[in-house]
């Protein structure tokens, strides 16, 4: 086995298990890490400058964004959320309360922008000045362990490449996901900052 493909057994072990650490979070310790980790969003500094901004709209197992969301539309913020295709991940642009409400709920039950085509897309319109991340783990180093589409380092790089800087880009964790170490290759993609409840 190459040093690669341990990293990659490596990883697929390691996301059996965050897996079922999600799943063993009760409904309340979720809500309520949830609630303090959008607090600590909604008044961080990188958050409150940020003009255009792609927010994940959050699975069952993730921390929760819809509070982040509606404030950033309230606020009159340029929001994103990514929508998911077989081979890559896109930010289109949500206008309104109204627009995110109506969104239809793909098969794991997550609003997602099936008219992804009409919609702006942020690399080629305004750019974002703040991503805000899922996954199944992080390190406090900003590593990230994702479900293993390679979606967001994907996206970081192809918007590197238009716009020659990234984002600053900042993970939602619940203390569950954070981990003193994440085995990594050279094209993952370390995040700017990690917020958890505590």
């Known amino acids: 086995m190459t040093a690669v493909e341990a990293i990659f057994a490596a990883k697929r072990a390691l996301r059996r298990e965050l897996k079922q ?13 949830t609630r303090t980790i959008a607090q600590k969003v909604i008044t961080h500094p990188k958050y409150e400058a940020a003009e255009n901004l792609s927010v994940y709209v959050s699975m069952n197992e993730e921390v929760g964004t819809d509070t982040i969301i509606r404030d ?13 295709n077989k081979d890559e991940m896109v930010m289109v642009r949500v206008a309104n309360e109204a627009d995110y409400e109506g969104l239809p709920f793909d098969t794991y039950g ?6 992804y085509l009409t919609r702006q897309n942020a ?3 305004t750019g974002l000045d703040l991503i805000l991340c899922p996954g199944l ?21 192809r918007y590197e490449s238009v716009w020659g800087q990234t984002p600053y880009t900042i993970a939602l964790a619940f203390r569950t ?6 085995p990594c290759t050279e094209s993952d993609r370390t995040l700017d900052l990690v917020i958890t409840s505590s």
């Open 21 to 33: 650490k999600l799943k063993s979070l009760s409904p309340e310790t979720k809500a309520f890490e």
């Open 72 to 84: 950033a539309l309230t606020k009159g913020k340029n929001l994103y959320v990514p929508y998911f």
């Open 123 to 125: 690399i080629s319109s």
């Open 177 to 182: 996901q954070i981990l003193e170490q994440i």
């Open 137 to 157: 783990g992080f390190s406090q180093q900003g590593h990230r362990i994702g479900r293993g589409k390679g979606y967001y380092d994907n996206y970081l790089t």
């Open 110 to 115: 997550v609003r997602q922008p099936t008219d």
